[in-house]
């Protein structure tokens, strides 16, 4: 801790910190150097002195903050206005600050700017899958350069503004090899966003089994089938993910799947409500669809969900083979083509 202290002191304006404190130290000397002392002399001591304190608490709870691992933010909002996600970073900072987390100094210390831990694009994706593949290898890219950039392994605080499919990808590409805190949007209040996701304090054991563990059991899921195709012969299923406030539209991509199964709330039809567990909720979703990979069938998702429930669930999945995502759009009317995990 010591040695992270001075390095941080070495990077904090060092020369500053040697002025001033040369100077307390000058004017103690001529302070108490006087045959006549007065103490309004020790005035200007004062001064430098609260500036050496305030300067030193501030290095000091940087690295206490940044001793094991630093607190980032890692923000990504696709087909939004400029407007609004200026809006939203601002929010976003005001949270990490709101958590009492050194962000200014960090900014500084790391040499961090916007264009860093922002990805914005204003541009909606199309129906082809190679545009979100590649749109994904894009995200993963920017992303690996922020971490470049920061020499102590970093806690992400990630915050979503993306279609939910797209999310799921991204935490499938990435979210396995991160610690994260991960965000949910709780609408135009003054604290809008909620810690829903949180790895930054477990340990190794902990963390395998996070991603690892299966429930046989579901208990928040209520699981539907919609329809049948006794006629198709492939081994595949059409898994519909509804935890919106609106279901996904019908007809559905002909796939050519056997079976159509909706899965949403048992509690409550619609959105999740804030205080759900969602992590729970992301192993149930995940251990359902292992359920038919560990058959050797084929799983086509369409995730009606949250973009931040969407990067828990990418993160339990991983990049595994056998699951292709869609995703309907609204601007065109119609799915987009699917796309494979396996192919981030």
Known sequence: MARHFLSLLWRENLLGLVLVL?????LLIQA??????EAVRLVPVAFTGAYL?????????????????????YSICLAQTREWFEAAARQQEQKLLSLGLAWREIQRTFKLHHIDWQFFDERRLGVDADSWIKKVETISNHFDHLTNRVPIQPVYHIFLALPGTLSL???????RRIPVVVYQHAGMVKDPYVSIFNTENIDSHDGYHLLNKRIEKYELLEITEVEEYQESSKSL????????GHELRKPYPQCGAKTVVRLRLKSSHGHIPLEADWVA?????????????????EVHLLPGMPASLAFIVGTILGTVPGVWLYHFNLHDGEYTEPFSLHAL
């Open 169 to 175: 990808a991204l935490g499938a590409k990435i979210g």
């Open 22 to 26: 040369a100077t307390t130290i000058s």
């Open 281 to 297: 909720i992301a192993h149930e979703i995940s251990s359902f669809l292992y359920s038919y990979l560990d058959e050797d069938e």
């Open 53 to 73: 304190w305030i300067h030193l608490s501030g290095v000091y709870r940087l690295a206490k903050q940044t001793y094991y691992a630093v607190p980032v933010p």
């Open 237 to 244: 299923v059409l898994v519909v993910l509804d935890f919106t």
């Open 32 to 37: 108490f150097a006087q045959t006549a002392f």
